[in-house]
T-cell receptor
Framework: GNSVTQMEGPVTLSEEAFLTINCTYTATGYPSLFWYVQYPGEGLQLLLKATKADDKGSNKGFEATYRKETTSFHLEKGSVQVSDSAVYFC????????????FGDGTTLTVKP | DAGVIQSPRHEVTEMGQEVTLRCKPI?????LFWYRQTMMRGLELLIYFNNNVPIDDSGMPEDRFSAKMPNASFSTLKIQPSEPRDSAVYFCASSAKQGGHTGELFFGEGSRLTVL
């Protein structure tokens, strides 16, 4: 079956530090890959996505590249802000009509001023 | 465009009472998912529908939980009778897999359930 493994948290960084949250996956075929973010008290929302190998998703200064050879989709940001404090989920969606998303366990990021 | 709409946002009830959570998916989406989120167990998929038909309910904890989708614009998750261990945030999400959509999920804001 499909699975997603995320770097365990929590992660605490100072403002303007570099962020990496590791994500690796196991899936048959060619899934689409996603990063979702959940701010306190809210639902999950899409942060970025990539639908095929070597695609780079980017949004709000965050980036992740779909690496099929290493089955990875690591999330990076060059300079985090306090407002980036949230829980980040890596997920995959199979490219079949009957597919359902598989989520990682989530990584809590706290950015201190 | 309205997103996924859930109600109620907060529900406090006593053990043994029936709880009904409601969800209106995004118009045109053909998949609907119910998730539960707790600190202990994280995000769990309870059940999902495709074109109003339940496809996989293997995540439903037990017979006290039931979900319906009578039409493309409405779904309910019912717990009867409720127990304190059902306290959690319940999320509804919808997605579209047809027409080249990539299957990204659109989540509602959640229904926070507290069972006393």
């Amino acid at each position: 079956g499909n699975s997603v493994t995320q770097m365990e948290g929590p992660v605490t960084l100072s403002e303007e530090a570099f962020l990496t949250i590791n994500c690796t996956y196991t899936a048959t075929g060619y899934p689409s890959l996603f990063w979702y973010v959940q701010y306190p008290g809210e639902g999950l929302q899409l942060l970025l996505k990539a639908t095929k190998a070597d695609d780079k998703g980017s949004n709000k200064g965050f980036e992740a590249t779909y690496r099929k050879e290493t089955t990875s989709f690591h999330l990076e940001k060059g300079s985090v802000q306090v407002s980036d404090s949230a829980v980040y989920f890596c997920a995959l969606s199979p490219n079949t009509n009957a597919g359902k998303s598989t989520f990682g366990d989530g990584t809590t990021l706290t950015v201190k001023p | 465009d309205a997103g996924v709409i859930q109600s109620p946002r907060h529900e406090v009830t006593e053990m043994g009472q029936e709880v009904t959570l409601r969800c209106k998916p995004i118009s045109g989406h053909d998949y609907l998912f119910w998730y539960r989120q707790t600190m202990m167990r994280g995000l769990e998929l309870l059940i999902y529908f495709n074109n109003n038909v339940p496809i996989d309910d293997s995540g439903m904890p037990e017979d006290r939980f039931s979900a319906k989708m009578p039409n493309a614009s409405f779904s309910t998750l019912k717990i009867q009778p409720s127990e304190p261990r059902d306290s959690a945030v319940y999320f509804c999400a919808s997605s579209a897999k047809q027409g080249g959509h990539t299957g990204e999920l659109f989540f509602g804001e959640g229904s926070r359930l507290t069972v006393l």
